[in-house]
């Protein structure tokens, strides 16, 4: 596709059920980030790829958040029993590398709403 | 600790008047400075980058000053239009790498009114 590309635009669901969010980035792009955004506030980073791996994990607010990467392509966002604190945009971004002054391309996210 | 504090966080404005949005940061060290407009229910999309050597940077009508020394950056509309209204967001990348070395300031909701 022409750009980054996230599913579901929209996600209702009860607290304590586990969620998937996905991106797929933009083709050849090795660079790929999840941000997260809650009401009225600025984005928070959430975690990075390079390729398939994930140098830095730091930004995940707990262990009920995990992602992954496969074939330097789409990622999912996994977040397990979920809060209602989890209720927020979570965007995708994807780069060409992960060098200072590349640009990073945003999809249009994910509203979460956790009830 | 990283800090990108934007101001004002609102500001309404008429169509074809100018505004200036600002910017200070405490990063370090620093690699680059960005603007991006989010637009309601859409993902930010970058307007400028500039590195500590660039004191303006020109993107139409939007115009980005740098002052690496006072750390202070600003971000010039000139005759807004309608579809300028959205979120600004002002970013700096810390060191050579981007990875998770950007912050990212809270932002300016600009609405220009007709």
């Known amino acids: 596709g022409a750009g980054v590309s996230q599913s579901p635009s929209n996600k209702v669901t009860e607290k304590g059920k586990d969620v998937e969010l996905r991106c797929d980035p933009i083709s050849g792009h090795t660079a790929l980030y999840w941000y997260r955004q809650r009401l009225g506030q600025g984005l928070e980073f959430l975690i990075y790829f390079q390729g398939n791996s994930a140098p830095d994990k730091s930004g995940l607010p707990s262990d009920r958040f995990s992602a992954e990467r496969t074939g330097e392509s789409v990622s999912t966002l996994t977040i397990q029993r979920t809060q209602q604190e989890d209720s927020a945009v979570y965007l995708c971004?994807?780069?060409?590398?992960?060098?200072?002054?590349?640009?990073?391309?945003f999809g249009s996210g994910t509203q979460l709403s956790v009830l | 600790k990283n800090q990108v504090e934007q101001s004002p966080q609102s500001l309404i404005i008429l169509e074809g008047k100018n505004c200036t949005l600002q910017?200070?940061?405490?990063?370090?060290?620093?690699?680059?400075l960005r603007w991006y407009k989010q637009d309601t229910g859409r993902g930010p999309v970058s307007l400028t980058i500039?590195?500590?050597?660039?004191n303006t940077k020109s993107n139409g009508r939007y115009t980005a000053t740098l002052d690496a020394d006072t750390k202070q950056s600003s971000l010039h509309i000139t005759a807004s239009q309608l579809s300028d209204s959205a979120s600004y967001i002002c970013v700096v990348s810390a060191s050579r790498k981007a990875g998770n070395m950007l912050t990212f300031g809270g932002g300016t909701r600009l609405m220009v009114k007709p």
């Open positions: 910017c200070n940061y405490t990063v370090s060290p620093f690699s680059n």
């Open positions: 971004a994807s780069s060409r590398t992960t060098g200072g002054r590349e640009k990073l391309f």
């Open positions: 500039m590195t500590f050597s660039e």
